[in-house]
């Protein structure tokens, strides 16, 4: 066992299947030599070489598309999009080719990749380093979309992500990228993408989140503890496939749901749990599901952002609010 951060964790499980599987390749804008711009990949070029982990051109679409090209010549491309704001010259790759090549080659190829990028606000950057677009990747059939909160998942669910035969979204939320500190095993295991992890158990109210909101959830859960309430919190870990089966149950014992994202409001991941929240347990509903989300604006400059972000008092207002309806 090791004390790892997010860093350290994803580092790790890169440097597991580098070593495992000579056809892992790890590339995109700095990741060799510096390591990446959070040095989430450092280290890795010097131990495995410039064939294995190296830099590429700043050029999302020829990232991606060659990535493309290397996962149905058998190859397991992971790679990174700096920011999440940056992806998007690659978005026409994603939902073009890399979510559909086992659909359009009827099984005889795969587009078996992990595209890795630090999404959401929180370190005082601009609009497009900071923002939460993960709805746009879950909304895209034949994408997994993976968001981990703690170094243990971060690790587990990456190795899963890179021996997926499916493409991955893997998203870093990078204002916890080394402000969490957990043991977690120096050896391989998994995380199955798809399963949600029940948290805390409650009898009040279920409160549904995920990656950097995590820990205002938590601080909000301590409010709430100490006027009585009982949370019971999951932690969604993959945006897609979503855990329906763990959300309903939990709602069906609770009564209550809140949902808590940092992304904006309308047709977020907040909308989804809603619906799941309404379709699998309507009747055992005492309150109307709520979501804590972000705003429908663009992400404000660093001197605002936090206002934009959830805050555990605002998380706590609203708790509070579903269980005294």
Do not use: C, W
């Amino acid at each position: 066992m090791s004390v790892m951060t997010l860093v350290k964790a994803i580092n790790n499980a890169l440097d597991i299947e580098l070593n495992e599987n000579e056809k892992v390749v790890v590339y995109g804008e700095d990741v060799g030599y510096e390591g990446g711009v959070f040095r989430v990949t450092q280290g890795l070029q010097e131990k495995y070489g410039k064939h294995r982990v190296f830099d590429s051109p700043l050029a999302e679409s020829g990232i991606v598309g060659t990535a493309v090209g290397m996962a149905v010549a058998g190859l397991k491309p992971v790679i990174e999009m700096q920011f999440s704001g940056f992806a998007y010259p690659g978005f026409n790759q994603m939902i073009s080719h890399v979510s559909r090549m086992r659909n359009r080659s009827r099984g005889k190829y795969t587009s078996s990749l992990v595209i890795r990028m630090p999404y959401g606000g929180g370190i005082k950057a601009l609009e497009h380093h900071s923002e939460s677009m993960e709805a746009l990747y879950g909304h895209i059939p034949g994408l997994k979309v993976v968001i981990p909160s703690t170094p243990h998942d971060a690790k587990g669910l990456l190795i899963s992500a890179i021996e997926s035969e499916d493409p991955v979204i893997y998203m870093e939320p990078k204002r916890i990228y080394r402000a969490v500190k957990q043991e977690v095993s120096d050896e391989k295991f998994k995380v199955k993408i798809g399963s949600a992890n029940v948290v805390q158990q409650g009898t009040d109210v279920t409160v549904v989140t995920y990656g950097a909101m995590m820990r205002d959830t938590q601080k909000a859960i301590a409010l709430a503890k100490k006027a009585g309430i009982s949370v019971e919190l999951i932690d969604l870990r993959t945006i897609y496939p979503l855990d329906r089966q763990t959300i309903a149950n939990s709602v069906k014992k609770t009564g209550r749901l809140v949902s808590v994202t940092e992304a904006p409001k309308t047709f977020g991941p907040g909308g989804e749990l809603m619906a799941i929240a309404n379709e699998e347990a309507f009747l055992h509903l005492e309150a109307p599901p709520k979501r804590v989300t972000g705003f429908d604006t663009i992400f404000p400059l660093p001197q605002g952002e936090h206002h934009y972000i959830p805050t555990p008092e605002k998380i706590y207002y609203e708790i509070e609010k579903t269980v005294k309806f």
